[in-house]
């Protein structure tokens, strides 16, 4: 099962809500690895960094 990027933000503690983290992604402020995304953005599936405005930022490990 593969968890959408605006849950993905609020699991890892970046957003409050879903709402607050598709607003943040509309915004432009979230990265992946640098990259500005977008709400269709898929997400990688390796280890990536995951940004979300300037400070906050975790590395994504995804489980097997």
Do not use: F, H, M
Request: net charge positive.
């Amino acid at each position: 099962q593969v968890a959408t990027l605006d849950k993905r933000l609020v699991r890892c503690g970046l957003a409050e809500s879903s709402s607050d983290a598709r607003r943040k992604i509309t915004q432009g402020g979230v990265r992946i690895n640098g990259e500005k995304v977008t709400l269709g953005s898929p997400t990688p599936d390796a280890e990536y960094l995951l940004q979300a405005g300037k400070l906050a930022a975790v590395r994504v490990r995804r489980s097997r």
